[in-house]
C-alpha cells in the first residue's frame, strides 16, 4: 500500500525546537518532488519547504526562512522538517507530499499537529 505518514509533532513553547519525520511505504521517493505544507484553523493549506529530489535544491516560505530546513534520508524512504526557533504562528497541522517529477502520483500523509504555546 502507498502511504506517507507524518511523525514527530507536539506541543512546544515558543522558541524551542520539533523534527517533524515522513515515512514512505510502498514506494521510494527518488524522482519525486518532496515538499512539506501546513494548515492553520480558518486558512488555506500553505507550502512551507519543498525539496525537488533529483536536483537537491530546495525553497522556503518567506516566514520559515532560516528556521526551518528540509532534508531527506539516505535509505531514500524518509523525508524531514527541522523546525527551529518556534513561534506562536507555526501552530498547524503539517503534511508531507511527495509528486512524481515525470509520472503520475501524488501522495499526501495524513498529518501530525504542531502546537507552539507556553
Known amino acids: 500500500q502507498v502511504q506517507l505518514v507524518e511523525s514527530g509533532g507536539g506541543l512546544v513553547q515558543p522558541g524551542g525546537s520539533l523534527r517533524l519525520s515522513c515515512a514512505a511505504s510502498?514506494?521510494?521517493?527518488?524522482?519525486?518532488?518532496l515538499s512539506w505544507h501546513r494548515q492553520a484553523p480558518g486558512k488555506e493549506r500553505e507550502l512551507v519547504a519543498q525539496?525537488?529530489?533529483?536536483?537537491?535544491?530546495?525553497t522556503y516560505a518567506d516566514s520559515v526562512k532560516g528556521r526551518f530546513t528540509i532534508s531527506r534520508g539516505n535509505d531514500r524512504k524518509t523525508l524531514y522538517l527541522q523546525m527551529n526557533s518556534l513561534k506562536a504562528e507555526d501552530t498547524a497541522v503539517y503534511y508531507c507530499?511527495?509528486?512524481?517529477?515525470?509520472?503520475?502520483?501524488?501522495?499526501w500523509g495524513r498529518g501530525t499537529q504542531v502546537t507552539v504555546s507556553s
Open positions: 507530499n511527495a509528486r512524481h517529477l515525470f509520472l503520475s502520483g501524488d501522495y
Open positions: 510502498g514506494f521510494t521517493l527518488g524522482n519525486y518532488a
Open positions: 525539496i525537488i529530489n533529483n536536483s537537491g535544491g530546495t
